[in-house]
RNA sequence: GCGGAGGUGGCGAAAUUGGCAGACGCACUAGCUUGAGGUGCUAGCGCCGCAAGGCAUAGGGGUUCAAGUCCCCUCCUCCGCACCA
């Protein structure tokens, strides 16, 4: 008896005629990827509209999804496959959803390897990078991730590096872009500085064998420390952040509270040093324990150091000394573990507090570069004062002690003396510990006292409350050619202490392209004449122009706002595209830039904002950071010989398995360990999906669906369940955890349950359109996670239009919803059967039905059952004596 | 040392709220099928035990009718920070 359904799922609602069997007339297929993935990505790469984002007005919510861009090193990394699929399985299910999408691709493609390529084979770094980026583009498309190309950002062309220069003349005109002299690190492997974020443990960022050494020099510098409270304060409101991230970041800005004290310097310093005064500042977060202060401790570098030096030959080697030992500790990355040496100078300090003088020390410990370069040492109350006390002999006095104290110290001095009150020492405050021996601050709570002494010591003029910061100013030049050109000039005619800006209307200042790069001391632009030569642009005479490079985190500190009008000559954007895109809604991608790109990025931003270009005062919403991708249980390195490379995986098993097998082996948060059987796996379950969609096809084709509650089989019933909670499940996944491991895994058990149904398709039991609602269900399921794969089933299928722009599934709670319960019946705890009971089936049924069970029964006979827990839903406890 | 994330079968992992530990996949075993090459299907697969049953989520204690999940202690791995005054 023919009977007219309605397809809910996939597409428009059809009335078609149902047949008889759901396999009839077609044979299957087998599934073979080499085939259909270029098929497609035939069609797809035909198509830019495929991917394009829509315009502003389309009247959809907006979305915009975005991956890390990579350095075109040439090829991809089975790391990438894995951070890719993460954005593009989300990408294309926010289509699905009916978002207007932004899903851009770029390069980051000024860098160092193209140089030393060039050294190395003679290819010039511009055509190295673009071959590369060709290359690369090329695998992502066999990979099929879905990216408007038409927004593709390439950093290293003029096009994008210009507006790099005009920010940096936006910045230097609001003097947020200088030049200073200073202790910078040096990679002797990059052959160039390097900023402090890209200093990790005292080893290049890029070489993490190699050592940085400490060099003095001029550089150009980009004042983050400006924002440096703004930025901290924000990361309390990025909720959508990993706190790992987050409390990175605060780490690295490091804000720390305390207080300026001058302390005068007994007879003077010496008037030999330029800008030394009379006194000696330190910075403290512990003002309240100055009363304790039995030193002051100065840095090598201190300028005091240097003016007493001057003064005492024998000194001065002590001081050099010192000196190299704390500059060897830092190159080490061993300053936490540096042996205390310090050398009394000999000299005497006036605490201000109390008139005391106490001697003045120079230590190997303190850093010049940190708060003033010089602290007052209380022994009692610090630990590495007390360690260098402890060493030198210096005095050890207790001012700070816990409430019930006076007890404790009579307690000590009757049974054990003096000796173990110091034992006990030093005497990390807490909040409610008091000042004792402190003069007139005597007896009150620590941070109460803070407070009132620094203000205080404004109050008289010796001192004042401040802030200190970890976070410095990001140094941006770089001695290298393959870099953005610092659009700067040097006339020594009309200028000779400041760098003049050019003008704008000559940017771009373009990187020469015919360069020797054959040497690799100092910037190769600076043996370039035409490049060098330059115009005053304030006397029109000749001048000199800069020939460092930029830092190329510039480059990928706003390349995501390019994205949004890529092919804007006038403007970096447009205002009101970026901020119709922006907040980026979810950025995904490795933790390691924790610090670097990502603490960078959030800075340009608030510069933007100033500049008024943009609205938002941070770049992304979200933030996620996948885990690495392993193998044999190490991170993957050619000196361990353990590389994956994503296209032997794609020849082998297709981009789909590859792709899909990165979201299956682990949530994508969490580390992969990469194993290859584990991608023959899926193609494998590929291969069973092809061979049930092909053998069922007919059926779809035909019929067009229709979810009938409470009519059907039991069969046809409990498989379209399967369906929509399968639905369910995965639309509660990327709503929400991610878990694309457990969303894959559901879809296997739905396969699973399709396999044993197939004799029931088969003969009919299922209805044809019962069959086909279910698999266009799981086309649809599949489309994020194996694009090549659904493209192809829904076209077997008889789908119409795009699969990823077809509505994603929507769940029928009803028909999701179990007619029978299984509750496991405990006894005492322990699990002894397991009952079936109708859904919805209340206390008492439950009960019943759990007393009624013969298991139980035999387990329960002759004892008392004192209490009976039913958990509706869950299960049921029988406690018995 | 401080902060964070982890520790579950032979392996990758599930268990979102305290409620059947090990879903799903890999590997392995057996049978059937296929057999021109990474095939398909069925069954088994935490450990001990013939079985009944017992024991199992790094280790130890606790709370609870019930703990991988909550609390306390200890151990291990990874990541970040680390004389920052």
């Known amino acids: 008896m023919p009977e007219t359904r309605t397809s809910e799922i996939g597409g428009k609602t059809v009335n078609i005629e149902d047949s008889s069997s759901a396999a009839e007339g077609n044979q299957p297929q087998r599934y073979n990827p080499a085939e259909i993935e270029p098929k497609w990505q035939a069609v797809w790469d035909a198509d830019a509209s495929l991917y394009a984002a829509d315009a502003h007005d389309s009247g959809k919510p907006k979305y915009y999804c975005l991956e890390m861009l990579p350095y075109p090193s040439g090829a991809l990394h089975i790391g990438h496959v894995r951070n890719y699929a993460i954005g593009d399985a989300l990408a294309r299910h926010m289509w699905m959803r009916g978002y207007n999408v932004l899903h851009p691709m770029g390069w980051d493609a000024f860098g160092l390897p193209a140089e030393n390529a060039a050294l190395k084979n003679g290819v010039p770094p511009r055509e190295w990078t673009l071959s590369n980026i060709a290359a690369m583009r090329k695998q992502m498309q066999r990979l099929g991730y879905g990216y408007d190309w038409a927004a593709e950002v390439t950093t290293c062309l003029p096009d994008y590096y210009r507006w790099n220069q005009w920010f940096f003349l936006k910045m230097f005109e609001k003097g947020l872009a200088y030049r200073k002299k200073s202790k910078v690190n040096w990679c002797p492997e990059c052959c160039t500085v390097l900023a402090n974020e890209q200093v990790i443990g005292g080893r290049c960022w890029r070489h993490e064998d190699t050592v940085v050494e400490l060099r003095d020099l001029t550089q150009w510098f980009l004042r983050i420390t400006k924002y ?62 100055i009363f304790g202060a039995t030193s002051v401790q100065l840095a090598p570098e201190h300028a005091v150091s240097k003016a007493f030096a001057l003064e005492d030959d024998k000194l001065r080697m002590e001081i050099e000394q010192l000196l ?45 570069d940190y708060g003033t370069g010089a602290i007052m040492s209380v022994p009692a109350h610090d630990e590495r004062d007390f360690e260098f006390a402890q060493k030198y002999g210096l005095p050890v006095r207790r001012v700070i002690a816990p409430a019930d104290w006076t007890k404790h110290e009579e307690e000590h001095s009757a049974q054990a003396g003096a000796e173990d009150v110091v034992g006990k020492l030093p005497y990390l405050a ?32 010796f001192g004042t409350p401040t802030v200190t910061y970890r976070l410095k100013d990001w140094g941006v030049s770089r001695q290298r050619y393959w870099g953005t050109p610092i659009p700067m000039v040097y006339c020594d005619r009309c200028s000779p202490e400041e760098p003049l800006p050019v003008a704008e209307s000559e940017l771009p200042i373009l990187l020469p392209e015919q360069i020797d790069i054959t040497q690799t001391n100092g910037s190769p632009l600076g043996r370039v004449a035409e490049f060098v030569n330059a115009k005053c642009p304030k006397c029109g005479g000749v001048a000199r122009r800069e020939t460092d490079t930029m830092d190329t985190f510039v480059d990928s500190s706003w390349y995501f706002y390019r994205y949004t009008d890529a092919k804007n000559s006038k403007a970096p954007f447009d205002s009101d595209k970026a901020n119709y895109w922006f907040p ?37 919403e979200r933030l996620f950071t996948q885990g690495m991708v392993i193998k044999d249980g190490a991170k993957m390195s050619k000196s361990k010989g353990n590389v994956v490379s994503p296209d032997d995986m794609i020849g082998r098993y297709g981009a789909d398995a590859t792709r899909m097998y990165a979201l299956f082996a682990a949530p994508p948060d969490r580390d992969l360990e990469w194993q290859e059987e584990g991608v023959a796996g899926i193609s494998r379950f590929l291969g069973k999906v092809y061979r049930l969609t092909t053998k069922y096809s007919g059926a779809a084709r035909k019929a067009g669906g229709g979810s009938r509650v409470g009519e059907g089989s039991a069969k046809e019933q409990a498989l379209l369940r399967r369906l ?20 894959i895994s559901s879809i296997m058990i739905l396969v699973n349950e399709i396999t044993a149904n197939e004799a029931a398709m088969d003969a009919g039991e299922i209805s044809p359109a019962a069959v086909a609602e279910v698999f266009r269900g799981l086309i649809l399921l599949l ?47 322990k699990l002894v059967s397991v009952v079936k009971v109708p859904a919805g089936s209340d206390e008492a049924a439950v009960k019943a039905a759990a007393l009624a069970d013969p298991k139980v029964m035999a387990r329960i006979e002759g004892k008392t059952v004192v209490k009976v827990i039913v958990v509706p839903g869950k299960l049921v406890n029988l406690v018995v004596k």
């Open 324 to 368: 190299a030992e704390q500059q060897k500790a830092r190159e080490t990355d061993a300053l936490g573990a540096i042996e205390k040496h310090g050398v009394n100078t000999g000299r005497f300090a006036v605490n201000p507090f109390n008139g005391e003088r106490v001697p003045i020390w120079v230590a190997n410990y303190i850093l010049g």
């Open 724 to 743: 929509h909670q399968t639905i369910a499940k995965i639309t509660q996944d990327f709503d929400g955890r991610w878990h694309f491991n457990t969303s």
């Open 430 to 461: 807490e909040d409610e510990a008091l000042l004792v021996d402190s003069g007139e601050w005597t007896g009150l709570g620590c941070v109460e006292a803070q407070e009132k002494m620094a203000a205080f010591a404004k109050a008289k003029g």
């Open 228 to 289: 440096a409270d703004e930025l901290l304060d924000g990361l309390d409101k990025l909720e959508g952040w990993p706190e790992k991230v987050r409390t990175m970041q605060r780490n690295w800005i490091g804000r720390s509270e305390g207080a300026l004290i001058d302390f005068a310097v007994d007879q003077g310093v010496g008037s030999r040093e330029e800008g030394v005064e009379g006194k000696i500042t330190v910075f403290t977060t512990r003002v309240d324990t």
């Open 783 to 829: 489309a994020p996670f194996a694009p090549f794969f659904a493209a192809e089933m829904w076209e077997e299928l008889g789908g119409e239009g795009v699969v990823f722009r077809t509505a994603w599934p929507e769940v029928n709670e009803e028909l999701a919803r179990d007619e029978e319960m299984e509750i496991p019946v405990q006894v005492n705890g």
């Open 584 to 620: 980026i809604d979810q950025y995904i991608g490795g933790v390691e830039h924790a610090i670097l790109h990502l603490i960078y990025s959030r800075f340009w931003t608030k510069v933007m904002r100033d500049l008024g270009l943009v609205k938002n005062d941070e770049p992304a």
